[in-house]
C-alpha cells in the first residue's frame, strides 16, 4: 500500500506562491505517476498538474505556465510550486499516485485571498 501525505497549503494574497509537497511511502515510488488534483467546494475534483514515471509534465490549462510539478525520487517526493496565484485558485489539492492502483493524500487546503 502507498501512503501519501501533502503538506504546504495555506493562506496567501493573490499573486502570491506556495509550494505543495506530497511525500509517499513504498519503495517503488520512482515507478508511480504522480499528479496534483484540487476540489473547490461544490465543484468537481480537477486535474491540476501530473508528472510520469519518465518526469514527463502535463498542466490543466489553467495553470499552464503559472505551477510547476517536479519529484525526486530519492526523497520520494512530488512538488507542485504555485506562482501568481488567484482567488480561483482556492481549493484543497490532493496529492495522487498512480502505477497498479490509484492512491489518494488526505489533501491540503490553499486559501487565495485578500
Known amino acids: 500500500q502507498v501512503q501519501l501525505v501533502e503538506s504546504g497549503g495555506g493562506l496567501v494574497q493573490p499573486g502570491g506562491s506556495l509550494r505543495l509537497s506530497c511525500e509517499a511511502s513504498g519503495s517503488i515510488f520512482s515507478l508511480y505517476a504522480m499528479g496534483w488534483y484540487r476540489q473547490a467546494p461544490g465543484k468537481e475534483r480537477e486535474l491540476v498538474a501530473r508528472i510520469s514515471n519518465s518526469d514527463s509534465t502535463s498542466y490543466a490549462d489553467s495553470a499552464k505556465g503559472r505551477f510547476t510539478i517536479s519529484r525526486d525520487n530519492a526523497k520520494r517526493t512530488v512538488y507542485l510550486q504555485m506562482n501568481s496565484l488567484k482567488p480561483e485558485d482556492t481549493a484543497v489539492y490532493y496529492c495522487?499516485?498512480?502505477?497498479?492502483?490509484?492512491?489518494w493524500g488526505q489533501g491540503t487546503q490553499v486559501t487565495v485571498s485578500s
Open positions: 495522487n499516485a498512480a502505477w497498479r492502483s490509484v492512491y
